[in-house]
């Protein structure tokens, strides 16, 4: 199992709120069997109806840290939308907030999603504008973001966290240790047996 | 000592299977619902590892969201769609799940088809690669949408890691006003608790509207949990939601079925349940509802005017200047008057025979507006039967409405039903995301099926209540 610890690289801004999984990939391309291709359409509406999107800025081609404002990610539950951003390069997301299923669906991946304030966030996604080559630093087990001389206390969730630092994140194994345990569950819920 | 637990916490505790090192539990599983978008990848995730499906007989896969609702003829024209129908036929038969398709009379949009076939019940843990699953809450289970990596440790485990949520009562009291439905009881639950308010909660929902409420109209509401960040609702199981079980097909029958009832009103929250926080709200201060928007939460009563900008917090600003920009709406305009392109009646929120009902009643001997392009998909072929054995398909053709197969359909636009260019759509569904309903420019204005068929039949956004005598809830 692979441990993450740290993520380290160039970052990305996209200080929108409520940013949908429909926004990042749209639905169309959702008409597949597999994931591979979907990084070329991550954000497609969006970038082909405004010029000059992030994702399209050649200084950032490079990053692998995306920063975003409050509500990411909500909608739709395509994980998609999380395979798009990972095969565009994303390796950690930093956001106000972020929608449930989408977080579940990040950690599932091996992607961290880490809470920082609106202030923290405008702070980075400012030094990343300044000079979008800068190397920003999550680190996993201390849920801080590090720029030059600039560590900011940020959160991630406990599960999260230690999922992601043990690597139990990728948890398939985990839970199939569990089969005797699952299924003595099973043989005490009345509706395994249709209440008979 | 009481048990205090409410409904959620009653449930969660039956499916622990253990504690993980993570922190979190390994919650057991009792229904999986499948459809073709967000499985195919998980059971290819099965083979590259070489594992099994645990319990075949606990998934039920159904096909709905690309297939087209009117040339259903093999193969589909789009080969994309052609190939994740195959893909889903290949795995279900290559790991022994059945599948509800096409040629089966039970297919449908999976949060209808499970509903009605009896497949959900109160108690049961119940998760489906589809952020709508939070319909099933409706009976009182734990109902949640999740990603395809996860579809496939379902699949192989019956389990996934979880930790557990916050439990918030939503009280809505008071009676609704003639006109007024579930639907809009959703939208304005949104707009009232935003469209985040409920990240890491579980929405009970309560009084005596709820109470009073079908089923069908109570899985509205649970649909849209999500909409306002809320992973699943529920409304707790009363005899409401006994006898809507009882007979179907999947539930259980005779002895089996009483002691399942019994057992099922057991597990509703008692009066001194504890919550994680309560809100109450009177349903007076509901009126029919319209979005204006791009998110579920940036709506207005139909009889209001869209808010001025400074008139929001702060920090909702910018989001609403981008969508006022997007829909080309102004700061203090009417909703009521704007002119609409398409009309939709259908989806997994207001696809049923009820939503239907209420459509066929406003649309019964009027005319859809000449430049209006207005469909009535059902959500499941069930459904579509009922409403042609009821006569509302004639009722619907002559108003001037296209009559479809069930399908997801213009919910969100994977099939050939779709917006096209910066159309304006009144829509019965869930979403209004920029791009939702397939052109990238489209935009839609979310709100119940009858004011739905009311604006195709004005050509515009009206109230409801003028054009019809709707009986309402």
Same mark, same amino acid.
């Given at each position: 199992?692979?441990?993450?610890?740290?993520? #380290?690289?160039?970052? %990305?801004?996209?200080?929108?709120?409520?940013?949908?999984?429909?926004?990042?990939?749209?639905?169309?391309?959702?008409?597949?069997?597999?994931?591979?291709?979907?990084?070329?359409?991550?954000?497609?509406?969006?970038?082909?109806?405004?010029?000059?999107?992030?994702?399209?800025?050649?200084?950032?081609?490079?990053?692998?840290?995306?920063? $975003?404002?409050?509500?990411?990610?909500?909608?739709?539950?395509?994980?998609?939308?999380?395979?798009?951003?990972?095969?565009?390069?994303?390796?950690?997301?930093?956001?106000?907030?972020?929608?449930?299923?989408?977080?579940?669906?990040?950690?599932?991946?091996?992607?961290?999603?880490?809470?920082? #304030?609106?202030?923290?966030?405008?702070?980075?996604? $400012?030094?990343?504008?300044?000079?979008?080559?800068?190397?920003?630093?999550?680190? %996993?087990?201390?849920?801080?973001? #590090?720029?030059?001389?600039?560590?900011?206390?940020?959160?991630?969730?406990?599960?999260?966290?230690?999922?992601?630092?043990?690597?139990?994140?990728?948890?398939?194994?985990?839970?199939?240790?569990?089969?005797?345990?699952?299924?003595?569950?099973?043989?005490?819920?009345?509706?395994?047996?249709?209440?008979? | 000592?009481?048990? !205090?637990?409410?409904?959620?916490?009653?449930?969660?505790?039956?499916?622990?299977?253990?504690?993980?090192?993570?922190?979190?539990?390994?919650?057991?599983?009792?229904?999986?619902?499948?459809? @073709?978008?967000?499985?195919?990848?998980?059971?290819?995730?099965?083979?590259?590892?070489?594992?099994?499906?645990?319990?075949?007989?606990?998934?039920?896969? !159904?096909?709905?969201?690309?297939?087209?609702?009117?040339?259903?003829?093999?193969?589909?024209?789009?080969?994309?769609?052609?190939?994740?129908?195959?893909?889903? @036929?290949?795995?279900?038969?290559?790991? /022994?799940?059945?599948?509800?398709?096409?040629?089966?009379?039970?297919?449908?949009v999976v949060h209808i088809v499970g509903p009605e076939l009896g497949v959900t019940q109160p108690g049961m843990t119940i998760v489906c690669g589809d952020s709508h699953t939070s319909t099933h809450g409706a009976f009182g289970s734990i109902a949640m949408g999740i990603g395809t990596s996860q579809v496939a440790a379902v699949l192989a485990t019956q389990t996934l890691p979880m930790s557990r949520p916050k439990v918030r009562r939503i009280e809505v009291?008071?009676?609704?006003?003639?006109?007024?439905?579930?639907?809009?009881?959703?939208? =304005?639950?949104?707009?009232?608790?935003?469209?985040?308010?409920?990240? /890491?909660?579980?929405? @009970?929902?309560?009084?005596?509207?709820?109470?009073?409420?079908?089923?069908?109209?109570?899985?509205?509401?649970?649909?849209?949990?999500?909409?306002?960040?809320?992973?699943?609702?529920?409304?707790?199981?009363?005899?409401?939601?006994?006898?809507?079980?009882?007979?179907?097909?999947?539930? &259980?029958?005779?002895?089996?079925?009483? +002691?399942? *009832?019994?057992?099922?009103?057991?597990?509703?929250?008692?009066?001194?349940?504890?919550?994680?926080?309560?809100?109450?709200?009177?349903?007076?201060?509901?009126? &029919?509802?319209?979005?204006?928007?791009?998110?579920?939460?940036?709506?207005?009563?139909?009889?209001?005017?869209?808010?001025?900008?400074?008139?929001? &917090?702060?920090?909702?600003?910018?989001?609403?200047?981008?969508?006022?920009?997007?829909?080309?709406?102004?700061?203090?305009?009417?909703?009521?008057?704007?002119?609409?392109?398409?009309?939709?009646?259908?989806?997994?929120?207001?696809?049923?025979?009820?939503?239907?009902?209420?459509?066929?009643?406003? *649309?019964?001997?009027?005319?859809?507006?000449?430049?209006? +392009?207005?469909?009535?998909?059902?959500?499941?072929?069930?459904?579509?039967?009922?409403?042609?054995?009821?006569?509302?398909?004639?009722? =619907?053709?002559?108003?001037?409405?296209?009559?479809?197969?069930?399908?997801?359909?213009?919910?969100?636009?994977?099939?050939?039903?779709?917006?096209?260019?910066? @159309?304006?759509?009144?829509?019965?569904?869930?979403?209004?995301?920029?791009?939702?309903?397939?052109?990238?420019?489209?935009?839609?204005?979310?709100?119940?099926?009858?004011?739905?068929?009311?604006?195709?039949?004005?050509?515009?956004?009206?109230?409801?209540?003028?054009?019809?005598?709707?009986?309402?809830?």
């Open positions: 199992m692979k441990k993450i610890v740290q993520v #380290t690289g160039p970052g %990305i801004p996209l200080l929108l709120d409520d940013i949908d999984t429909d926004r990042i990939i749209p639905a169309r391309y959702l008409r597949c069997v597999t994931f591979d291709g979907l990084g070329d359409h991550v954000f497609k509406d969006d970038r082909e109806q405004h010029g000059d999107h992030v994702f399209d800025r050649d200084h950032h081609k490079d990053a692998k840290i995306l920063i $975003a404002g409050r509500n990411f990610g909500c909608g739709s539950s395509r994980e998609h939308a999380p395979q798009a951003l990972l095969r565009w390069g994303i390796e950690a997301i930093i956001a106000e907030s972020f929608a449930e299923i989408f977080h579940g669906n990040c950690t599932a991946l091996g992607i961290p999603c880490v809470h920082a #304030t609106p202030q923290q966030l405008k702070h980075i996604a $400012a030094a990343v504008e300044a000079d979008p080559s800068l190397h920003l630093t999550v680190c %996993i087990e201390t849920s801080t973001v #590090t720029h030059g001389d600039t560590k900011h206390d940020c959160h991630i969730h406990e599960g999260t966290r230690t999922a992601l630092v043990s690597g139990q994140w990728d948890y398939l194994g985990e839970l199939l240790e569990g089969e005797p345990e699952i299924r003595a569950t099973a043989g005490k819920l009345p509706y395994m047996t249709n209440f008979a | 000592m009481s048990d !205090t637990r409410n409904l959620f916490n009653r449930v969660w505790d039956n499916h622990v299977v253990r504690e993980l090192a993570s922190g979190q539990s390994q919650i057991f599983i009792g229904q999986h619902l499948i459809h @073709e978008v967000t499985s195919p990848q998980a059971f290819q995730m099965l083979r590259d590892r070489g594992l099994k499906v645990m319990y075949p007989e606990r998934t039920l896969a !159904t096909v709905d969201h690309i297939i087209p609702t009117q040339n259903q003829a093999r193969p589909f024209a789009d080969d994309l769609a052609e190939e994740m129908m195959s893909a889903i @036929e290949k795995n279900c038969d290559e790991f /022994g799940i059945t599948l509800l398709d096409l040629k089966d009379h039970r297919q449908g009291n008071g009676e609704l006003g003639p006109g007024v439905f579930a639907k809009d009881v959703a939208l =304005f639950i949104i707009r009232k608790l935003g469209v985040q308010g409920g990240v /890491g909660y579980a929405y @009970e929902y309560a009084g005596t509207v709820f109470d009073a409420m079908t089923m069908e109209e109570r899985m509205t509401v649970c649909n849209m949990s999500i909409e306002g960040g809320a992973r699943c609702g529920y409304v707790n199981p009363d005899q409401t939601t006994i006898d809507y079980i009882r007979g179907r097909p999947f539930a &259980p029958q005779g002895a089996a079925f009483e +002691r399942a *009832a019994e057992y099922w009103l057991s597990l509703a929250s008692g009066p001194d349940a504890e919550y994680d926080d309560v809100v109450v709200f009177d349903a007076a201060d509901i009126e &029919p509802t319209v979005t204006w928007g791009i998110n579920p939460g940036q709506s207005v009563g139909v009889n209001e005017e869209i808010g001025a900008v400074d008139s929001f &917090p702060a920090s909702e600003r910018a989001g609403v200047r981008e969508a006022l920009d997007f829909m080309e709406l102004q700061e203090h305009q009417p909703i009521k008057g704007l002119k609409i392109d398409v009309a939709f009646v259908g989806s997994c929120t207001n696809g049923r025979i009820s939503d239907l009902r209420e459509a066929a009643r406003v *649309a019964e001997g009027h005319r859809v507006a000449d430049h209006v +392009r207005a469909l009535i998909v059902p959500g499941s072929q069930q459904v579509r039967q009922q409403a042609e054995e009821e006569g509302l398909d004639k009722i =619907f053709e002559e108003a001037g409405f296209q009559w479809r197969a069930a399908g997801c359909s213009m919910c969100l636009a994977m099939n050939p039903d779709k917006l096209s260019g910066r @159309e304006i759509c009144a829509s019965s569904s869930n979403r209004n995301f920029k791009g939702r309903q397939g052109s990238p420019t489209g935009r839609t204005l979310l709100m119940s099926p009858a004011m739905v068929a009311a604006a195709a039949i004005a050509g515009e956004v009206v109230d409801v209540r003028e054009i019809a005598a709707p009986v309402g809830v």
